[in-house]
């Protein structure tokens, strides 16, 4: 059996946060403003999974006004998604992603996005999907004011 989940984040960029996507620090002169480290690509993975088995969503297990949760490293987020996805019998069989915004150009980092967010997930790295484009100069994206992230993953039931 298998199961699809759908993800989505958006995130307001100010200056003098760290960007940080897909669990790398990518330089430039704004980052997302979250609770956390406020990483869209893998807040709207780890909601991919969560949702690929009915679980709910990030924010119901991370609640972004609670304390503890300031500042949190989002690959925790990741793996604590993972974490739930296997204790339901699932294992991740892939997962795409598309992160929407005008700067800074995230090319040359994707291949250690998709090392890192592999990792995470404890699969290869050819079961994980990146690709980046840009709103055109439409809406608030278009106007460098923010950074928008989706994912699909697709889970099948373990094999005992």
Do not use: C, W
């Amino acid at each position: 059996m298998v199961r699809i989940g759908f993800g989505y984040d958006v995130h307001v960029l100010q200056i003098g946060r760290p960007f940080i996507l897909g669990g790398v620090h990518i330089p430039f002169e704004k980052g997302p403003l979250g609770h956390s480290d406020a990483d869209v690509l893998l807040h709207a993975l780890a909601d991919a999974l969560l949702g690929s088995l009915a679980l709910g969503d990030i924010g119901h297990y991370f609640p972004p006004h609670d304390p503890q949760y300031r500042n949190m490293d989002s690959k925790e987020i990741v793996r604590t998604a993972r974490t739930m996805v296997e204790e339901k019998g699932y294992a991740l069989v892939n997962a795409d992603m598309t992160v929407v915004l005008e700067k800074p150009r995230i090319g040359p980092y994707i291949g250690k996005m998709r090392e890192t967010i592999a990792s995470l997930l404890s699969v290869s790295v050819d079961s994980v999907s990146i690709k980046a484009t840009t709103s055109e100069g439409m809406g608030f994206v278009g106007r460098g004011e923010g950074v928008q992230a989706y994912a699909v993953v697709l889970v099948a039931r373990k094999q005992v």
